[in-house]
Structures are given as C-alpha cells and as structure tokens.
C-alpha cells in the first residue's frame, strides 16, 4: 500500500464502520474449496528443524488456497502439488522468515533449481511459485526435501527431520 491508501482509510474510519467494510471484501468458499483445505490438512507430511515447520500435500484442487491456510497457523514452508497425466503441479509458499533468514526466494531459486533438475515452467515472486515440471510429484518433492536440508544445514545448521 501506498501512502495516500493509509490517508484514505484514515477518512473513511469516521464514515464508515469497519466490521461492515471488511464484511463487503470478504468472501464465502464454495463447498468444493473447504472440503479440499480440509483434505491438505488431512494429507500433509510435516517435517521440523529446531522451531521451522515445513509441509508436503498432494492435493488436486485448490492448492494456492490450501497452501494460504496451511501458512496462516505459522508454517514457514508449504509444497502442495498435484500429478497431472506426465506432468506435476507445484505451489510453493515462503514464510517471511524462511526468505530472510535462509536467502531463498521461491520464484527464482526454487523455480530455477525444480526446471533446471525436471524441465517444466514456473513462476511467482520471493515468497510464492508455481511451477509445471515434467516428473512424478513424489520426486519432485524428494528434490525439494534435500534441497531443503541441504541449505538448513549449511545456513542455520539444523537437520530437517519428519514428524510423526
């Protein structure tokens, strides 16, 4: 946002009230879109490394949505993705955190490494990518897994281990 945004906000909070503007820019999820959150929370494999939280969902449908939920209860890391006939389905979500401390940035270090390594396309910014490679989803996310270690141990010094 920019700063005439915060001096407009400022002049409408003594015109209107707030509960009710937020309520306008809410939105309500579709059956079909809760039931797939739900699943991710279902189907997620979650690994640790000290206080850091990292998550991989298969899920289908609903993965940029699903992925959001699964960040909003503090998860520094989040792979969600999909198998479609020869190609895989990727979106990855970078907490705050994760991109300042580990000096990852999804949409160019995560991306480059997942098409260099598969072949595909991808995209997305420093804490989002969404990426189409060329390989099955369980490699795809083996990838990531020793990546991810690889750069905690040499970073921060800590071993990625997966919950159970």
Do not use: P
């Amino acid at each position: 946002a920019k700063c005439k945004t915060f001096s407009i906000l400022e002049k409408l909070c003594g015109r209107v009230r707030l509960d009710k503007a937020i309520d306008l820019v809410k939105r309500t999820r579709d059956f079909s879109e809760k039931v797939a959150i739900l699943k991710a929370f279902k189907r997620m494999s979650i690994y640790r490394a000290d206080e850091w939280l990292f998550v991989f969902c298969d899920l289908s449908a609903y993965r940029s949505e699903a992925a959001s939920q699964i960040m909003s209860v503090g998860v520094d890391f989040v792979a969600i993705g999909s198998k479609l006939n020869s190609e895989s389905k990727v979106h990855v979500r970078l907490s705050k955190r994760f991109v300042e401390e580990l000096g990852i940035n999804a949409g160019r270090d995560l991306v480059l490494a997942l098409t260099r390594k598969f072949g595909g396309t991808g995209g997305g910014h420093k804490n989002l990518a969404t990426i189409t490679l060329n390989e099955s989803l369980d490699q795809v996310f083996k990838f990531l897994l020793k990546f991810l270690k690889k750069s905690l141990k040499e970073k921060l010094g800590l071993d990625l281990i997966k919950m159970e």
